[in-house]
């Protein structure tokens, strides 16, 4: 069955990361973009995790997982290679009703990451369920290039116009016509270069 596409305010939830190898600083690197309100429970780091972490001052705890580590946290991030441990906790999540994604194993996770670009408040996601992260990746990067930079500046110019302008017919009419504009011009443009 595929995912099911949505789009999660991470505010106020804390995330916790079990694993601090390569994979796990991969899932740093992504959830950052979001929140950082995320801890760290492994015996060691590699250099990107260690990087992150110091970085953007996350919680580090440098011991293995213990039963007890989910206790207070919202999502659960297993970047570890042992199996049995990737089980051990996607069912003491199922028990609390904590998301939980096992790197890698499908059949252990309540989500995916899918391949995305963000560009201001513009995220665009990528997902074959699982299926082939490669596809979406690639998907994705050539995706990406179409979308201008400016479309970050964009949106917040709709922003305050959605927040000051009162509700109703004629803002929606407005709103829907600059976007509409917007992206025709965007891809006005890729024609005329072809």
């Not at 999540?93 to 194993?105: A, G, P």
């Not at 930079?149 to 116009?161: C, G, Q």
């Not at 927040?163 to 024609?191: H, V, W």
Request: aromatic share 8%.
């Amino acid at each position: 069955m595929a995912y099911f596409p949505a789009f999660i305010k991470l505010d106020g939830r804390s995330v916790l990361v079990v694993g601090g190898g390569n994979i796990a600083g991969e899932k740093l690197e992504k959830l950052l973009d979001f929140t950082n309100e995320i801890t760290v429970v492994s015996p060691q780091l590699a250099e990107t995790s260690k990087r992150l972490i110091e970085d953007a001052g996350l919680t580090y705890l440098q011991r293995p997982y213990e039963s007890g580590d989910l206790e207070d946290f919202d999502i659960v991030i297993v970047a570890v290679d042992n199996l049995q441990l990737q089980k051990e906790i996607y069912e003491a999540c199922q028990s609390r009703h904590t998301l939980c994604n096992s790197v890698d194993s499908v059949e252990y996770c309540d989500f995916i990451f899918p391949s995305y670009t963000k560009k201001g408040a513009l995220t665009v996601a990528f997902s074959t369920s699982g299926i082939s992260p490669s596809v979406a990746k690639y998907l994705r990067r050539s995706i990406e290039k179409i979308i201008p930079d400016s479309i970050a500046e964009f949106l917040e110019e709709m922003k305050d116009l959605r927040s000051t302008l009162p509700k109703g017919k004629e803002r929606m009419k407005l709103l829907d016509e600059k976007a509409r504009n917007f992206i025709e011009k965007l891809f006005e443009k890729d024609r005329d270069v072809q």
